[in-house]
């Protein structure tokens, strides 16, 4: 089993600034996919970053190329979500999650996920 919790969300004005961390925890391996979603309201929940953790290129969403950088800490076993350049569509609820698989397939897909924290908020004012 594994635990994630999120944190560093937040209210911001649009341009601004924010970094979420998820704290990883439990039976980690490192042969994970660790990956960040957001799900705004009346919306599906969407892939927005997400990196192999033992290493390898990230992937991002097009909407957020660019503006966002996801990042990875071994020594404290978690991922980071550096989000510059904040737009009010960026507002949602933004969620860890990690899959125990690290197959490009899927990768975007929030089903083939088997672990997800507890969500944080972010919300952009204009």
């Known amino acids: 089993q594994v635990q994630l919790v999120e944190s560093g969300g937040g209210l911001v004005q649009a341009g601004g600034s924010l970094r979420l961390s998820c704290a990883a925890s439990g039976r980690f391996f490192r042969n994970v996919y660790m990956a960040w979603f957001r799900q705004a309201p009346g919306k599906e929940r969407e892939f927005v970053a997400g990196v192999t953790w033992s290493g390898g290129s990230s992937r991002y969403a097009d909407s957020v190329k660019g503006r966002f950088t996801i990042t990875r800490d071994y020594a404290k076993n978690t991922v980071y979500l550096q989000m510059n350049s904040l737009e009010p569509d960026d507002t949602a609820v933004y969620y860890c999650?990690?899959?125990?698989?690290?197959?490009?397939?899927?990768?975007?897909?929030?089903?083939?996920?088997?672990?997800w924290g507890q969500g944080t908020q972010v919300t952009v004012s204009s």
């Open positions: 999650a990690v899959r125990e698989s690290t197959s490009v397939v899927g990768t975007t897909t929030p089903t083939s996920y088997n672990y």
